[in-house]
């Protein structure tokens, strides 16, 4: 098992250097570091002079990936690539482009994203159960059929109208929380209302139904019968049989998104004004700014690996017939 | 040439696809283990009745896919010129929806402006009022008094148009009908409208019904006013509405076909020879995987537009420009999304190649090649199916979300994106102008809702016990 | 049930905030509700704060409150005076000749060599509290070189427990000019200034190259190195000496740019473990101004809060005739600032942000935001007012021509569109008049701004207003009210330019023009559409090439482009800032200037020479005169609009003047706290019946189920 794990953590470095190695292609294929320096210095007045300056003070002024003049290793090191890329593993992102500090800002801003996706996260799945063992329950009756169509129906409209509804109706219409922004402690549960009921009804149709079909079929088991043969009541072959061998699925398909929590919601986020590492990711994109965006695709994919990780130890956790080598 | 015919490059790989849906149906129809779960999808009520809906929305997407530009007026003598400006057949079918451009917003159906304005009047003082519309109820003399009318008796006719045509088709499938069963036509007739055949001809001429009354209802209301409306530039929304059909079909359904040779020959090559080969797959799917989808998006839209600016040459009319844009949405839409299909089909196939007639294959000695083709492939099939249908529904609404962040499609296209993207100001006027987002709300509403049933009928049928997610 | 149980949680926190006194959805701590704070909101976070740095107007909302330059703009006085504010008096400038004698003020231009101007400042003014100032028992500076272990429980500027104050002395305002030339700080302004200050190129090379040879990220200490160009006289006194004449320097005297900083900042700044923390001169500015920034977290909000060592100033005795009037000269006289503290939210959606402001969580909307279509309607008469709506609220409306111009140029380099030939002239000129900006006012800024009719916007000397100012190339008078050419005068154009009915008259291929952008936003796909309907009436057809910013400029610096839009944002409010957009000298490509239509016309080029120098008068004027009536006629611009600055307030904000070259302007506003308190009260109370109703819904739908379960068990149990 430790071995394992040890490999799986080895591997993960070809993967995020293969990350790095991407994004960088992707970025440098469209933008000169000289493009990167106009884009921050602004329109008015900027001469080539502060073009230098800027690429030699954010470090944009040695060769992209190969440094032909260097001598021996420097080739290598000499470049924007390592010394960009090679301090990422030790989570030193240096600043973004604008001057900030990259990691303090990553760690100020994933409070408020999990502000809004940890509670997504629980209730959404405590509701997308909840909503799915009352179809199972009622199964090939009216409520079920109706159940699934309601679930097809939210499925089929898009986010965005989830968040420009409920804004409009519930902060806008009835004034009962505010329409966005953001504040820590106990007086922010005000601000994440909303988008937290948004995301959950966004997330209902998708979920339940889901579920439901994982229902389904263990209820088809043999032990179900057994079980029913037994003259357990219905509520109780469900809660006790039926969920708790529905969960092992549901748990180890959750498990992989746990990580990636911390990145947060892009829309929820820039909807509803949160300060979190979404909106963090959409204004870097908005604005190029290479550092963060570099730093977030990092984050991402280490986030994504541990994810994998986590979904198979759960798996050894929840049937321990599973070895892994 | 009264015009010249332009092939934009998705619409050739739209027609590539409805020629690769020919070919499928056809091999379909000549083995009778694939015909079976296809029997199944066509008996359930549900998945046909969506079937229909979904068919409307692919003919419109179709006939705005051919596209020519017009030859413009000429003098004798000189050469035949043609337009920049790309059109398509569905433009050719809507001329008025397309040139009848108001000022600016006006509210469906409405006959004036939805803004006051300085009108000034014959005897030459100036009055602050709603102007009228320049085509939205032009016909009507004094539209406070007859506007209501005007709309009942079109609705009226709409709806006894759409129940003549109907009646007329129930009469004519009864007739075919008749001449395969016994009984007669009254005895066909009488089966029809009872649902007693097993493909459930009642559930499909009900929506044929329901769908005949609307859009004829639209077509007599759309002669003389903007059914949806108008927007900012004063467009008619239903113009942009239908127009924008055809951007989130080929993104749901392009983005799928460049994507299934990848995950298909990566999936079952990692699947079948294992090793080190299976290492490097899953090595790249991983990785690829693991950036956000988001910022890969983002990344090669970017540089996209390098591209096309380095080659104005070749990208001549905003048409191209907006095309090549879109076709490299779905391309790289395709490369987030066949990880997906890839590992579940390296999955599948590792099961596979356990299974004792595949080994028995290997023994004798035949080739990969045929075992990959002969047995493998088309055991994957409903696989591949499942995942492409049920992408469909995903694709469309993220069309939406990446254009409201600002990678989706260009601007200048017309898609539901763009519309509920420029909703974001509309709701916040005083009046609210609502009609824009309603209209791409319905729109896309019934394009996914028809998506996702039939997507699950389709399952249904292929995988019963709904393994495939 | 867990449905119930959910639900019950759900709305929980909403009941409970409910027994609370304020509205739900109050965005502020409830503390604060009657407090004296203004509320206010910034879009996107200021990238600078660091006054050599800083050039954006966004930045300029905060900068301008918290440094002082030497000089600052009459508040109410039109046209925009200059007048001192740290300053004792308005500089004194002598110009001097090559050989270093003085000339007297009337000297020609040719004869300047050098002018300087000295600056005295006012004793007794002091900085703001700040920990780079904090000095211990014995007079050391306390937070100056500090160990690891100093930095115990320190993440913000907040979190040093010592903070001091020290006197503005001369040498700060020299410091800062050094600043400008500095290879770390990349001002934007040193290219400019380089051309006038002495000595500031070679300065800057020097501290270049002094700062090669230091290690990465340690720069060289500007006070070892000495400028030419300015220099300390005594105490509160400096001088900065400029090549040549350069009578427009005083307006830059009046930006953040030329405001002090004092090299303690820089040195408190640079010390290792700032940078980690998000500490420095560009978060967290140190000036002599009436507000402080004391809380910088641009993710969410920055806090302005009344500097308590702010030296005091009054409120403005005279302004114009019709101030009085309009309540503007209630307080004069007054101790300013009025506000204790402003508090500015990140609002990036314009929908969040016009929402707030309607249920009265923002003072006063934005100047810029486009987002208030129809809260305003133009009258009969043509005045701008409030809606009914917003009037019943108590909503008031300023308006005020901003010193901007929003312009669609061709490139005067392109082979269609370019040149100086008739046949591209004529074109030109069918264009601008197809090209219907009354239109494109009344659609995208709902009137919010009026038509140009030359490059220079009104509230700026040249300016000329009335029927004597109207573009005859594109405008014609009928009743004495200028109105735009018909469309078949442009028609008849575009014939005689060899395109008749929008064909070329030799091969019949029709005319395509390329519109070359970086659009983007929700607004975006409108605009474009319209602009290729205006091409549309003359048979033109547009082709739009839209891309991004960084391709965009791209193009633009190599003179690929076509037709392009492009806007100006004033320096300051003297032509030469607008007509030299047109100075063939200034050319974008090749040139690298700010001309992005890469006009050049010899003659016009010779009256910018003459002009720049001249003092306003009638003889500017009238070579003004002559230069705008070239660029009409040439038509390298169509002159656009300028937009009007609109800014709703409510009924607690007192009345306040619009003044779009004076950006410390908050120090003037005024609230009433308790009247606000109350409105937002009636404005918000929360509706509860659809909570309710879902309740009942709820309940509803799970009857029926519930009903079904009992029959089964009942069934089962049988």
């Given amino acids: 098992?430790?071995?394992?794990?040890?490999?799986?953590?080895?591997?993960?470095?070809?993967?995020?250097?293969?990350?790095?190695?991407?994004?960088?292609?992707?970025?440098?294929?469209?933008?000169?570091?000289?493009?990167?320096?106009?884009?921050?210095?602004?329109?008015?007045?900027?001469?080539?002079?502060?073009?230098?300056?800027?690429?030699?003070?954010?470090?944009?002024?040695?060769?992209?990936?190969?440094?032909?003049?260097?001598?021996?290793?420097?080739?290598?090191?000499?470049?924007?690539?390592?010394?960009?890329?090679?301090?990422?593993?030790?989570?030193?992102?240096?600043?973004?482009?604008?001057?900030?500090?990259?990691?303090?800002?990553?760690?100020?801003?994933?409070?408020?994203?999990?502000?809004?996706?940890?509670?997504?996260?629980?209730?959404?799945?405590?509701?997308?159960?909840?909503?799915?063992?009352?179809?199972?329950?009622?199964?090939?009756?009216?409520?079920?059929?109706?159940?699934?169509?309601?679930?097809?129906?939210?499925?089929?409209?898009?986010?965005?109208?989830?968040?420009?509804?409920?804004?409009?109706?519930?902060?806008?219409?009835?004034?009962?929380?505010?329409?966005?922004?953001?504040?820590?402690?106990?007086?922010?549960?005000?601000?994440?209302?909303?988008?937290?009921?948004?995301?959950?009804?966004?997330?209902?149709?998708?979920?339940?139904r889901w579920y439901r079909t994982i229902f389904l079929e263990e209820i088809g088991k043999d032990y179900v019968r057994t079980?029913?043969?037994?003259?357990?009541?219905?509520?109780?072959?469900?809660?006790?049989?039926?969920?708790?061998?529905?969960?092992?699925?549901?748990?180890?398909?959750?498990?992989?998104?746990?990580?990636?929590?911390?990145?947060?919601?892009?829309?929820?986020?820039?909807?509803?004004?949160?300060?979190?590492?979404?909106?963090?990711?959409i204004d870097a994109i908005q604005s190029q700014d290479f550092a963060i965006v570099r730093a977030m695709v990092f984050i991402g994919s280490a986030l994504y690996i541990i994810g994998l990780l986590l979904t198979d130890i759960s798996y050894t956790l929840a049937d321990p017939r599973v070895r892994l080598q | 040439m009264m015009f010249k015919l332009v092939m934009l490059k998705t619409d050739a790989l739209i027609f590539l696809l409805l020629a690769a849906v020919g070919i499928f149906t056809w091999y379909v129809r000549r083995h009778d283990y694939l015909r079976a779960p296809w029997r199944r999808v066509l008996t359930n009520p549900t998945g046909m009745a969506a079937a229909v809906v979904l068919a409307v929305f692919v003919v419109i997407g179709l006939l705005d896919s051919l596209h020519y530009r017009p030859a413009l007026a000429m003098k004798a003598g000189q050469p035949v010129q043609y337009g920049v400006e790309v059109l398509s057949a569905l433009d050719a079918m809507l001329p008025k929806l397309r040139t009848h451009k108001e000022k600016t917003y006006s509210a469906p159906l409405a006959t004036h402006l939805y803004a006051k304005e300085t009108i000034v009047l014959a005897n030459g003082s100036t009055v602050r009022d709603y102007p009228r519309l320049k085509y939205g109820g032009a016909q009507l003399a004094d539209p406070h008094t007859q506007w209501m009318r005007d709309i009942v008796q079109r609705i009226a006719w709409g709806v006894i148009e759409g129940l003549t045509l109907t009646a007329l088709l129930v009469l004519l499938l009864a007739a075919l009908l008749a001449r395969r069963q016994p009984g007669g036509l009254v005895a066909a007739l009488v089966r029809l409208l009872r649902g007693g055949n097993a493909i459930p001809w009642r559930t499909l001429l009900i929506t044929c019904a329901i769908l005949l009354m609307l859009g004829l209802v639209i077509v007599q209301l759309a002669a003389a006013y903007h059914v949806f409306g108008t927007d900012k530039v004063g467009q008619d929304v239903l113009y942009i509405s239908l127009k924008s059909i055809r951007t989130g079909l080929v993104i749901g359904t392009l983005t799928t076909l460049v994507m299934l040779p990848f995950a298909l020959l990566l999936g079952i090559v990692a699947g079948y020879f294992r090793g080190w080969v299976d290492d490097l797959i899953q090595y790249l799917y991983t990785t690829l995987n693991s950036i956000p989808g988001v910022l890969l998006i983002a990344a090669s839209v970017l540089i996209m537009q390098v591209y096309i600016e380095a080659h104005p040459d070749v990208f001549d009319t905003s048409a191209a420009r907006s095309d090549i844009r879109l076709l490299f949405l779905c391309l790289i839409l395709g490369v987030t999304s066949w990880t997906g299909l890839c590992r579940l089909l390296r999955g599948e196939t590792l099961k596979l190649r356990e299974q004792e007639y595949i080994q028995a294959a290997t023994a004798f000695g035949v080739s990969h090649w045929r075992i990959i083709t002969r047995h493998i492939l088309p055991n994957l099939q409903h696989l591949v199916l499942i995942t492409v249908v049920m992408d469909f529904s995903g694709l469309v609404l993220a069309e939406a979300v990446l254009t409201y962040v600002g990678v989706g499609v260009d601007p200048a296209m017309y898609s539901w994106g763009n519309m509920i993207n420029s909703a974001r100001l509309e709701m916040a006027r005083e009046p609210v102008v609502w009609w824009q987002l309603s209209a791409a709300f319905v729109f896309m509403f019934a394009l996914v809702l028809a998506a996702n049933l039939f997507a699950d009928s389709v399952r249904d049928a292929f995988d019963p016990r709904g393994r495939v997610q | 049930m867990n449905f119930l149980r959910l639900f019950g949680l759900l709305i929980l926190p909403v009941l409970l905030s409910a027994c609370g006194s304020g509205p739900l959805n109050d965005p502020y701590p409830a503390a604060d509700r009657d407090s004296n704070i203004l509320y206010s909101s910034f879009e996107e976070r200021p990238k600078h704060l660091d006054p050599a740095r800083s050039y954006a107007s966004n930045e300029a909302e905060f900068?301008?409150?918290?440094?002082?330059?030497?000089?600052?703009?009459?508040?109410?006085?039109?046209?925009?005076?200059?007048?001192?504010?740290?300053?004792?008096?308005?500089?004194?400038?002598?110009?001097?000749?090559?050989?270093?004698?003085?000339?007297?003020?009337?000297?020609?231009?040719?004869?300047?060599?050098?002018?300087?101007?000295?600056?005295?400042?006012?004793?007794?003014?002091?900085?703001?509290?700040?920990?780079?100032?904090?000095?211990d028992a014995q007079g050391r500076l306390r937070y100056q070189d500090m160990k690891p272990g100093d930095w115990h429980g320190i993440q913000t500027l907040g979190d040093f427990r010592h903070s001091g104050t020290r006197e503005l002395v001369a040498a700060d305002y020299v410091y800062e000019i050094k600043r400008l030339a500095a290879p770390q700080l990349n001002s934007p302004i040193l290219g400019v200034m380089a051309e006038y200050i002495i000595g500031l190129k070679?300065?800057?090379?020097?501290?270049?190259?002094?700062?090669?040879?230091?290690?990465?990220?340690?720069?060289?200490?500007?006070?070892?190195?000495?400028?030419?160009?300015?220099?300390?006289?005594?105490?509160?006194?400096?001088?900065?000496?400029?090549?040549?004449?350069?009578?427009?320097?005083?307006?830059?005297?009046?930006?953040?740019?030329?405001?002090?900083?004092?090299?303690?900042?820089?040195?408190?700044?640079?010390?290792?473990?700032?940078?980690?923390?998000?500490?420095?001169?560009?978060?967290?500015?140190?000036?002599?101004?009436?507000?402080?920034?004391?809380?910088?977290?641009?993710?969410?909000?920055?806090?302005?809060?009344?500097?308590p060592d702010f030296h005091g100033e009054t409120y403005p005795r005279t302004g114009e005739p019709g101030d009085a009037a309009a309540g503007l000269l209630k307080d004069a006289g007054k101790p300013l600032p009025f506000i204790d503290k402003v508090v500015f939210s990140l609002e990036k959606e314009t929908i969040p942000y016009w929402n707030k402001f309607l249920q009265g969580y923002y003072d006063a909307s934005g100047i810029s935001s486009d987002s208030f279509d129809q809260a305003v309607q133009i009258n009969a008469n043509g005045v701008a007012q409030p809606s009914e709506a917003m009037r019943a609220k108590g909503i008031r409306l300023t308006t005020a021509v901003r010193p901007t111009s929003s312009y669609m140029g061709f490139n005067m380099l392109d082979s269609t569109v370019g040149g100086s030939s008739e046949r591209a002239r004529k074109l030109r000129q069918a264009i601008a008049i197809a090209v219907d900006y009354e239109e494109y006012i009344s659609i995208f800024a709902n009137g919010r701004g009026i038509p140009a009719q030359g490059p220079i916007p009104p509230g700026i000397f040249g300016y000329v207003g009335g029927t004597a100012g109207v573009n005859p190339v594109v405008y014609r008078l009928v009743n004495g009210q200028p109105v735009r050419r018909p469309i078949a005068e442009a028609r008849r154009l575009l014939a005689e330019a060899g395109y008749p009915d929008g064909r070329d008259a030799q091969t019949g291929a029709p005319l395509v023009l390329y519109f070359d952008t970086n659009a983007s936003g929700p607004d975006a796909a409108s605009r474009l559409s319209w602009m290729t309907k205006q091409f549309a009436k003359l048979n033109i057809q547009l082709v739009v090439r839209s891309t991004d910013f960084n391709r965009f400029q791209d193009k633009m610096r190599r003179g690929t482009e076509q037709i392009f839009e492009w806007g100006w944002n004033a320096d300051y409010p003297?032509?030469?800032?607008?007509?030299?957009?047109?100075?063939?000298?200034?050319?974008?490509?090749?040139?690298?200037?700010?001309?992005?239509?890469?006009?050049?016309?010899?003659?016009?080029?010779?009256?910018?020479d003459q002009m720049k120098y001249l003092d306003n008068g009638p003889e500017r004027q009238a070579i003004i005169d002559r230069m705008v009536n070239i660029v009409r006629v040439d038509s390298p611009w169509l002159f656009g609009y300028f937009p009007k600055a609109f800014s709703l307030s409510h009924a607690w904000v007192a009345p306040s003047k619009p003044n779009v070259m004076a950006n410390n302007t908050l120090k003037y506003r005024r609230i009433d706290p308790k009247l606000r308190e109350k409105l937002r009260n009636q404005w918000n109370q929360p509706v509860l019946w659809p909570l309710l109703l879902l309740l009942l819904a709820l309940i509803a739908a799970l009857a029926p189920a519930l009903w079904a379960w009992r029959q089964r068990e009942r069934s089962v149990a049988r």
């Fill in chain 1, 1 to 208: 098992m430790i071995a394992y794990l040890l490999r799986r953590i080895l591997y993960a470095i070809p993967i995020l250097i293969g990350v790095n190695l991407l994004t960088f292609a992707l970025f440098f294929v469209v933008n000169t570091p000289d493009d990167m320096a106009r884009m921050h210095l602004g329109m008015k007045r900027v001469t080539p002079q502060a073009i230098s300056n800027w690429k030699a003070e954010h470090g944009y002024d040695a060769p992209l990936f190969y440094d032909a003049s260097a001598p021996g290793i420097n080739k290598i090191t000499h470049t924007i690539f390592f010394e960009k890329s090679a301090r990422m593993f030790v989570l030193d992102f240096g600043t973004s482009d604008d001057g900030r500090d990259i990691w303090h800002e990553i760690k100020t801003r994933a409070g408020p994203s999990l502000a809004i996706a940890v509670p997504v996260f629980i209730i959404g799945l405590l509701v997308n159960i909840t909503f799915a063992l009352l179809m199972v329950f009622f199964r090939a009756t009216y409520l079920d059929f109706w159940g699934v169509v309601l679930c097809v129906v939210l499925m089929s409209i898009s986010g965005l109208f989830y968040i420009i509804a409920g804004q409009y109706l519930i902060a806008k219409l009835w004034h009962l929380v505010p329409i966005s922004g953001f504040n820590g402690g106990i007086d922010g549960l005000r601000f994440i209302l909303l988008p937290v009921v948004v995301s959950i009804v966004a997330g209902i149709g998708g979920g339940a």
């Fill in chain 1, 227 to 281: 079980a029913r043969a037994k003259g357990l009541s219905e509520w109780r072959v469900l809660f006790r049989h039926v969920l708790q061998n529905g969960m092992i699925p549901i748990l180890t398909g959750a498990v992989v998104v746990l990580p990636l929590l911390f990145m947060g919601s892009l829309i929820t986020e820039s909807f509803f004004g949160i300060p979190g590492l979404g909106s963090y990711t």
């Fill in chain 3, 63 to 135: 900068t301008a409150q918290i440094y002082e330059p030497p000089l600052q703009y009459h508040y109410l006085k039109r046209p925009y005076t200059l007048i001192p504010l740290t300053a004792a008096q308005m500089p004194t400038v002598t110009y001097y000749d090559a050989s270093g004698r003085p000339l007297p003020a009337t000297a020609p231009v040719s004869a300047i060599a050098e002018s300087v101007y000295e600056i005295h400042i006012r004793p007794g003014i002091y900085y703001q509290p700040h920990p780079a100032f904090a000095r």
């Fill in chain 3, 202 to 307: 070679d300065y800057a090379a020097r501290l270049e190259k002094a700062a090669r040879s230091l290690p990465r990220g340690t720069y060289p200490d500007l006070q070892r190195y000495p400028l030419a160009g300015a220099e300390v006289v005594d105490r509160y006194t400096y001088r900065i000496k400029l090549r040549g004449k350069y009578p427009q320097f005083l307006y830059w005297l009046a930006m953040p740019f030329f405001a002090p900083v004092p090299p303690e900042a820089d040195r408190f700044y640079a010390q290792p473990g700032m940078a980690e923390r998000n500490l420095s001169l560009d978060w967290y500015p140190l000036g002599t101004g009436a507000y402080m920034l004391t809380r910088n977290n641009p993710n969410r909000q920055m806090v302005l809060e009344r500097n």
């Fill in chain 3, 574 to 608: 003297d032509p030469e800032n607008f007509l030299f957009l047109l100075y063939g000298p200034n050319m974008k490509v090749g040139k690298n200037g700010e001309n992005a239509a890469n006009y050049s016309n010899p003659e016009y080029d010779r009256l910018f």
